[in-house]
């Protein structure tokens, strides 16, 4: 915890600290790299209050989320609700979150798959925070560039919700004959479940019959994936 007092009664300010210790001298000096969370957020409210200072309140709104992880979830009006928060500073945080969400989940408009750490890599932010487990079906074309993406289902896996002729539909309309399956695991582990290895067979036959490949299936988890290639499981 930082302690930011200059007594019992005397908060200590930003100018109080060391040129060293304030946070946009630290990361001028330093880099971004260099401060915490909290400092991080300092730098976007500028100002604190006559009982927290910039850095405090940043706490407060990590405090708020319960983790980092979660500092997007917090609606406007939950981040006017910290004390000294008010509408112009609720307006930067969330305008830097989404900033960061969309260069996040930027996507090239031509992606070439090589391994399955390309597809984790194109899919991780968009996926590792949802609430709910979404089946994507990732269509290729012959270079093995990402042509698009379809949703087949959303919530827990299971085989009736993933009906091949939803799968291979679109895949067919888009004349492409290699795809990749994709789903997320909100509890943050990726490992596949008896349902994901029954899927996954499932409609690896299919394509087969069809004349469609099915290339992979990869599980992304917090930070993590599995292949199911990699693994020697399809």
Not at 18 to 32: Q, S
């Amino acid at each position: 915890m930082i302690q930011l007092k200059k007594s019992s009664n005397s908060l200590m300010t930003i100018r109080d600290m060391t040129l060293e210790e304030r946070p946009r001298e630290k990361m001028i000096l330093n880099g971004a790299n260099s401060l915490s969370d909290a400092e991080l957020l300092a730098i976007l409210i500028r100002t604190g209050t006559k009982e927290s200072n910039a850095i405090q309140l940043g706490q407060a709104i990590i405090d708020k989320s319960d983790n980092i992880r979660y500092l997007q979830d917090l609606t406007f009006e939950e981040l006017k609700s910290i004390n000294g928060i008010g509408q112009t500073k609720a307006l930067q945080i969330k305008a830097a979150l989404e900033l960061a969400s969309r260069i996040a989940s930027y996507k090239p408009a031509k992606y070439k798959i090589k391994n399955p750490w390309d597809i984790y890599k194109y899919y991780m932010e968009s996926l590792r925070y949802q609430y709910k487990e979404i089946f994507k079906v990732v269509l290729l074309n012959t270079k093995n560039e990402i042509i698009t993406d379809v949703d087949i289902s959303v919530g827990t896996l299971n085989s009736s919700l993933v009906h091949p002729r939803e799968v291979f539909r679109e895949a067919i309309r888009r004349s492409s004959n290699k795809i990749i399956l994709l789903h997320n695991h909100p509890s943050g582990s990726c490992e596949p479940s008896k349902e994901d290895k029954n899927v996954t067979s499932r409609l690896k036959d299919c394509g087969e019959i069809m004349g469609i490949e099915v290339i992979d299936h990869i599980i992304i988890g917090d930070g993590v994936y599995f292949s199911f290639k990699e693994n020697l499981l399809i």
